[in-house]
């Protein structure tokens, strides 16, 4: 019982299917996890592994993000739909108003 997965887990699909279409995470985890093996079976100290794992899912990370980034600016949601007008700063084009100022600065009085 005790080695069993939380309700919420046994309920998810599991990390193979939700990154079926990305085999490149599956096998960087997989390598990951080979890694801290070794690392543990050659004497590393558990704080040792813990950095070393930090450090590689940071990279992982990066990598990830940074071509997930890419991939959804070059994706067709990045241009704007013709006809659609470039976001710019608006300039002032009416008249000023007539209504006193109410500024705190009152050198008048």
């Known amino acids: 019982m005790r080695n069993e997965p939380p309700k919420s887990a046994r309920q998810r699909p599991s990390l193979e299917q939700r990154f079926c279409d990305h085999p ?59 006809g659609a007008s470039q976001h710019a700063k608006k300039n002032f084009a009416g008249k000023a108003s007539s209504a006193p100022s109410r500024s705190a600065n009152k050198s008048g009085d």
């Open 24 to 82: 490149e995470v599956i096998a960087e985890l997989h390598g990951l996890r080979d890694e801290m093996e070794r690392a543990l079976a050659n004497g590393a100290l558990a704080h040792e592994v813990e950095e070393m794992l930090q450090k590689r899912m940071r990279e992982l990370g990066r990598r990830l993000l940074g071509g997930w980034a890419l991939d959804d600016q070059e994706g067709p949601g990045s241009q704007p739909p013709k």
